[in-house]
């Protein structure tokens, strides 16, 4: 597939742990429900009939590249990371949350699921989605392309959606292990096949979001959730080796896993990895010791906490990662996704105070 040439490439050098003129910047939810644009198609279309169009998945992947213009480095394309269990068969419904009417409850619910899923039939759509998105952008900025993590996925099948406890899921591990871990490896081989899918599409970094990796205890953590990144991190690879399709950059985001990240820079198989703010970015740089790339890492919630506090902990967090020197092999985010009652204005400050605080 030929698409048009690209004019910012600062977050592929900055994935691949080059030094970099200023921080590649963008933030995770970026398109999403704190933009009165995409709220105005919201009210028109359904969540996931939104996710199986096209041309809206287009249109709402483009709507803070627009607003943006110049001050953002990447778009990533408009979808959930809930299709994957709808392309094992489950139902999911969005009200306002996530909500699987038929959660597996037990092992014995597992024959429910879909076997030898057709990735590229069930979720076609998202790769169609990709390649007009990445058509449109002209060249302005590199396509994120996504998935969930196993765990996070296995969390929300085995839930049937939010939780506070886990008490279901992490009950699956305990009473369930072997059933748990082959449900594991499962869901990461529908989600190899999908990322592959995704990359042939037109996406120029792929993010697996590990959203409760944290929730696990850290041998829990290397036991069941680990070996699935790692699967899926050799997987892509070696089926894009197959197909002749150049590598592209692999992000981990495995949000509260901070005391991991020495052995997931180590052995996890990713390029970048994403911190949230609980662990100070210097810390972060010592424990992955330049192995990988760190994108992070700003609480969500200093975005309500008004332009000068912005300012002060974009400084400070620039100041952290960058220890003095250029920038280098730093993807500047939020710690987690940006939450809907965001002033659009005050994160245009952000992505200001980034340029300006991050520069070398
Ligand atoms: O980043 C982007 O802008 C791209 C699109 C994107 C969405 N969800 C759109 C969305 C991405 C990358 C996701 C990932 C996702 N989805 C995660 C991992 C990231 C994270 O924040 O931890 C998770 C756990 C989900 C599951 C999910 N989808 C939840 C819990 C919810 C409801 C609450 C919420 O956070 O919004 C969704 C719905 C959803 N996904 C919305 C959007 C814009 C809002 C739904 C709506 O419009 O009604």
């Known amino acids: ?128 989605a990709i390649t007009q998105t990445r058509h449109a952008l002209n060249g302005e900025v590199p396509l994120i392309g996504f998935c969930g993590a196993p765990w996070t996925l296995f969390s929300y099948m085995i839930e049937g959606g939010g939780t506070k406890t886990f008490q279901k899921c992490k009950s699956w591990l305990f009473l369930y292990p072997e059933e748990s871990k082959a449900l594991l490896n499962r869901i990461a081989d529908v989600c190899i096949d999908f990322l592959v899918g995704q990359i042939k599409a037109g996406a120029q970094l792929v993010q697996v979001f590990d959203s409760w990796a944290g929730e696990l205890a850290p041998h829990h953590f290397e036991e069941f959730s680990l070996p699935s990144l790692q699967r899926i991190a050799s997987g892509v690879r070696e089926k894009l080796a197959a197909a002749n399709i150049p590598a592209v950059p692999m992000t981990l985001f495995p949000k509260g896993a901070n005391s991991q990240l020495a052995s997931l820079a180590d052995k996890a198989g990713y390029d970048v990895i994403g911190i949230d703010w609980c662990i100070d970015p210097a810390d972060a740089r010592k424990a992955v010791g330049g192995k990988v790339a760190l994108q992070g890492n700003l609480d969500p919630m200093l975005l309500y906490g008004g332009r000068d506090a912005i300012e002060r902990e974009v400084k400070r967090m620039c100041e952290r990662f960058r220890g003095g020197k250029a920038p280098k092999g730093w993807i500047c985010n939020l710690g987690h996704g940006i939450t809907p009652g965001v002033d659009p204005e005050d994160l245009r400050w952000f992505f200001e105070c980034v340029h300006k605080y991050s520069a070398a």
């Open 1 to 128: 597939m030929s698409f048009p040439p690209l004019k910012n490439d600062l977050i592929l050098r900055a994935a691949r742990g080059e030094e970099t003129e200023r921080a590649p910047v963008w933030v995770m939810r970026q398109a999403g429900r704190y933009l009165p644009e995409f709220r105005a198609v919201r009210a028109e279309h359904g969540f996931f009939e939104i996710c199986r169009t096209a041309e809206l998945a287009k249109e709402i992947t483009l709507q803070p590249i627009r607003r943006y213009t110049g001050l953002i480095d990447a778009a990533i394309i408009f979808s959930d990371i809930l299709v994957v269990p709808q392309a094992l068969g489950m139902e999911v419904q969005m009200n306002p949350g996530p909500h699987f009417p038929d959660p597996l409850v037990t092992p014995a619910d597992i024959e429910k699921l879909t076997k030898n899923v057709d990735v590229d039939k069930e979720l076609g759509y998202v790769y169609e």
